[in-house]
């Protein structure tokens, strides 16, 4: 009998790009004779404390719901990725301490001290201390966001005052700007502790790289220390595929992010590799190697 597994998405995210994406893994599947039912978040729903039953033998987590993961892993339902990996990477702050912690170059980071939606940073001494410890210009990211569309360049006390006003009570960090990676990084792609695909993403009109900010790609084969980082940055999250975002230092390759549901349509474009049939592989073999 084939393995059952769901596909569980975002309730609200129903742009094509997104929806693409899923298309990506539902054929990915099909190919390897796998049934993959799909299910928005909302479908899912349970009181806390009790488990969702669903009759899958696994499931494609593409979400950062943490507490409908938690309550499918409880009812036993092996999920890619799991709750904790979504959770370290879905909070920039718990991301930085993950690297860390794992002995994983990243940017020397500050988290800035908690304030609520409410009140706001109504009180901008704090910023004297930021820049004891960073020089600028600085960089500024909101905890929680995609796309690049929260992180913030500030290139002196001014800018930083006016970003974070923008930013309201919403929770940012602060991080040591790689200069040398202005406008470019490495997108780097791991399933299950292997390489799947590397492309490079530039821009030359923002300090941003990502491609939904107008960035281009091109395939790109780097160093092996590139790699070898980008491994050990989604074993820190123990991340069952991840795309890692890798800056060019001064004195060699720093991890700037780990995403633990990654856009994969430019990969395909730049390098040829299929994400969606790596990781349905990588699952099959996880589950025993049949289907």
């Known amino acids: 009998m084939s393995k059952k597994g769901l596909l569980v998405v975002n309730s609200f995210l ?3 790009k997104f929806g693409e994406l899923y298309d990506f893994l539902n054929e990915a599947a099909k190919k390897r004779s796998l049934c993959l039912d799909l299910y928005s978040s909302s479908e ?3 009181p806390v404390g009790e488990r969702q039953i669903a009759d899958a033998d696994f499931c494609i987590f593409w979400d950062k719901d943490v507490h409908l993961c938690r309550a499918l892993e409880g009812a036993g339902i092996p999920c890619y990725n799991s709750s904790d990996t979504i959770l370290w990477c879905d909070d920039k702050a718990l991301t930085a301490e993950k690297l860390c912690e794992c002995g994983v170059k990243t940017p020397k980071t ?3 001290p908690k304030t609520y939606v409410n009140v706001g ?3 901008l001494s704090f910023l004297s201390r930021i820049e004891q410890m960073l020089s600028y210009p600085l960089v500024i990211k909101e905890r929680f966001g995609s796309f ?3 992180v913030y360049l500030a290139e002196n006390r001014g800018q930083a005052e006016q970003i974070l006003k923008a930013c309201g009570g919403r929770e940012v960090l602060f991080q ?3 200069g040398e990676s202005r406008g470019r990084d490495l997108r780097i792609n791991v399933v299950k502790n292997e390489i799947c695909g590397c492309m490079l993403r530039y821009n030359e009109n923002d300090f941003r790289s990502n491609i939904s900010n107008g ?3 091109a395939n790109y084969t780097p160093e092996k220390e590139y790699l070898d980082l980008a491994i050990r940055a989604a074993q820190a999250v123990n991340a069952d595929f991840a795309g890692v975002d890798v800056m060019f230092g ?3 390759p720093v991890v700037c992010e780990v995403n633990a549901s990654p856009h994969f349509k430019s990969t395909l474009q730049a390098t040829g590799v299929n994400l969606a049939e790596r990781i349905v592989n990588a699952i099959i073999n996880d589950l025993g190697g049949s289907v």
């Open 14 to 16: 129903k742009n094509a």
């Open 44 to 46: 899912l729903m349970v």
């Open 110 to 112: 500050v988290i800035a």
């Open 121 to 123: 940073y109504c009180d």
């Open 148 to 150: 690049g569309a929260q």
């Open 176 to 178: 040591q700007f790689i």
């Open 215 to 217: 960035g281009n790609m």
């Open 250 to 252: 001064k004195e060699g």
